[in-house]
């Protein structure tokens, strides 16, 4: 059955580390996978990434897939505190979208 | 530009109540989805919709029914609530098909049945 595995489930960090979060997958029809933050509401993306071994980066976000180990990592570099949020991450198949149980962020002062 | 616009954002049913989830998109998107969220599950897909007149089963469909009205809205049917079924419901949307292109998701509804 497919599959996507977050982790870890929660993280409480300071202001200023560095963060790392994994996503595993084991999906049949892959077609890419995705990062979502989601504070209160609705989940908001942040990258879509197709190809292995190319980084996509937004500010102090970035991520990186390795198709070879089915696998994507999400790095926070110098965290604050509006860092805090739930980091979903998603593989989209063919039609639809399978998600992990998402890591729960806490970037404490 | 409100992108996907859900109603209600919070409802509180008695199980065996009916109750229908409103979803309306204004990107022109060919594809809306529902999922709900539940602790420690992430979003789990329930129907979805690849095109206007097309509806296809996704993870949890049981217990549930939708109707892809138009192009812009989406609905998801609850016939008879039941407590398994309170949850964060979003509703989401998307253009399948073209590269690059991610699902806009909506505020969510929160809905509880006792």
């Known amino acids: 059955e497919d599959k996507v595995v977050q982790s870890p489930l929660s993280l409480v960090v300071h202001e200023g580390d560095t963060v790392t979060l994994n996503c595993s997958y084991e999906v049949t029809n892959f077609r890419s996978l995705l990062w979502y933050k989601q504070e209160k509401k609705a989940p908001t993306f942040l990258f879509m990434l197709t190809s292995s071994g190319i980084e996509k980066k937004s500010g102090r976000l970035s991520s990186i897939l390795d198709k070879k180990e089915l696998s994507s990592i999400l790095n926070i570099t110098a965290t604050q505190t509006g860092d805090s949020a739930i980091y979903l991450c998603?593989?989209?198949?063919?039609?639809?979208?399978?998600f992990g149980a998402g890591t729960r962020l806490t970037v404490k002062p | 530009n409100a992108g996907v616009t859900q109603t209600p954002k919070f409802q509180v049913l008695k199980t065996g109540q009916s109750m229908t989830l409103q979803c309306a998109q204004d990107?022109?998107?060919?594809?809306m989805y529902w999922y709900r969220q539940d602790p420690g599950m992430g979003l789990r897909l329930i129907y979805y919709?690849?095109?206007?007149?097309?509806?296809d089963k996704g993870e949890v469909p049981n217990g549930y029914n939708v109707s892809r009205l138009n192009k812009r809205e989406f609905s998801l049917r609850l016939e008879s609530a039941a407590p398994s079924q309170t949850s964060v419901y979003f509703c989401?949307?998307?253009?399948?098909?073209?590269?690059?292109?991610?699902?806009?998701f909506g505020d969510g509804t929160r809905l509880s049945i006792l």
């Open positions: 990107m022109n998107h060919n594809s």
């Open positions: 919709s690849a095109s206007e007149g097309t509806t």
């Open positions: 989401a949307s998307s253009d399948v098909g073209r590269s690059n292109q991610p699902q806009h």
């Open positions: 998603a593989v989209e198949r063919n039609n639809d979208m399978r």
